[in-house]
């Protein structure tokens, strides 16, 4: 199973993936996410993800996944997110449509 930690402070230089520039920014993310009802099983988990980064908004992530909090924790598995990379949502990790009042600007 491939895992990877996505940038949610929108200023990493290597964009879908973290490259710890959240760290020297002093990014403060919010609380752990609470967990969701899942309809997938973690068998159902196997095949292809995409993730596509939307203009000047989150990432549409489409396959069957896991989201796993910062410290591990199981948050949900789904077939398709938007996952927020402007670092502004209030319902982290999803993308609330925050990043427009904040007028992120993805390079
Ligand atoms: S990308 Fe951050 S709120 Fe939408």
Redesign the pocket.
């Known amino acids: 199973m491939l895992r990877t930690t996505l940038c949610?402070c929108?200023l990493s230089k290597n964009k879908p993936f973290c490259d710890n520039s959240h760290i020297k920014a002093g990014f403060v993310a919010t609380g752990e996410p609470e967990a969701r009802e899942s309809t997938l099983a973690i068998s159902d988990l196997v095949g292809k993800v995409t993730i596509t980064p939307?203009e000047n908004?989150?990432?549409m992530v489409v396959g069957k996944m896991e989201i796993e909090s910062g410290t591990g924790r199981n948050v949900n598995r789904v077939g398709k997110c938007?996952?927020?990379?402007?670092?502004?949502?209030?319902?982290?990790p999803?993308?609330?449509?925050?990043?427009?009042a904040?007028g992120?600007e993805a390079p």
């Open positions: 949610r929108g939307t908004g989150p990432y938007f996952l927020c990379r402007c670092g502004h949502s209030k319902n982290k999803y993308c609330d449509g925050s990043h427009k904040a992120f």
